[in-house]
């Protein structure tokens, strides 16, 4: 069975410095990866995808994530952070050709960005 | 308009009680999900369906049953409620089973008192 760990709870960081959360995961064969964000009683949006192709993923509002099949990594990248990133971000995973494997999440990073 | 609706989005009831939620689709999607996530803002998989066929039970209480009575919609109704159950439910849309991508809701706050 597949999954997924974050192991930060918390990440925070100042405003302008770059940001990094961290994924790994666990999946029999290739890997679909996801990042979804959720802010305060939202639901889940989502940020970028990693499918096949280029290991750098580039996604919505400036996050970026590199897979690093070695690693079985995920992580989500940002250059330089914004107060308003601040939210509750969640790595999922299903395996390639998984037919009715349905996503599985992360427990989830919540980023704090301090002006 | 928006892609995956949910309603309620709030939901306060007494246990013992039963409820439903509604969830409704506008993307043409085959296949849709009911996800729970707790108060510690775990996310698991509750039910899938694909064109209103019953795909995955992720061994949820018989008192959850899931309704399905066209694609494009899928209803959770919830029997006995337990405080347990108090959560926030999400449902999402994928385009089929293999589906990449999914659509969620904006959440169904469900609590029990």
């Known amino acids: 069975a597949q999954s997924v760990a974050q192991p930060e709870d918390q990440v925070n960081v100042a405003e302008g410095n770059p940001l990094t959360v961290k994924c790994t995961y666990s999946v029999s064969g290739n890997p679909y990866l996801f990042w979804y964000v959720q802010y305060p009683n939202r639901g889940l949006q989502f940020l970028l995808k990693y499918i096949t192709g280029d290991n750098l993923v580039k996604g919505s509002y400036g996050f970026e994530a590199e897979f690093n099949k070695s690693q079985t990594s995920f992580h989500l990248k940002k250059p330089s952070a914004l107060v308003s990133d601040s939210a509750l971000y969640f790595c999922a995973v299903r395996p390639r050709n998984s037919g009715n494997t349905p996503l599985v999440f992360g427990k989830g990073t919540r980023l704090s960005v301090i002006a | 308009d928006t892609a995956v609706s949910q309603t309620p989005k709030y939901l306060v009831t007494q246990m013992g009680n039963d409820k439903s939620i509604k969830c409704e689709q506008n993307?043409?999607?085959?296949?849709m999900y009911w996800y729970k996530q707790d108060s510690k803002k775990f996310l698991k998989i509750m039910f899938s369906y694909n064109n209103k066929e019953l795909i995955i039970n992720e061994t949820v209480p018989n008192r959850f049953s899931p309704k399905s009575p066209d694609k494009a919609h899928l209803n959770l109704h919830i029997n006995s409620l337990e405080l347990g159950d108090s959560a926030v439910y999400f449902c999402?849309?994928?385009?089929?089973?293999?589906?990449?991508?999914?659509?969620f809701g904006s959440g169904t706050r469900l609590t029990v008192v």
């Open positions: 999402a849309s994928s385009q089929d089973l293999g589906g990449v991508g999914y659509t």
């Open positions: 993307l043409g999607h085959d296949t």
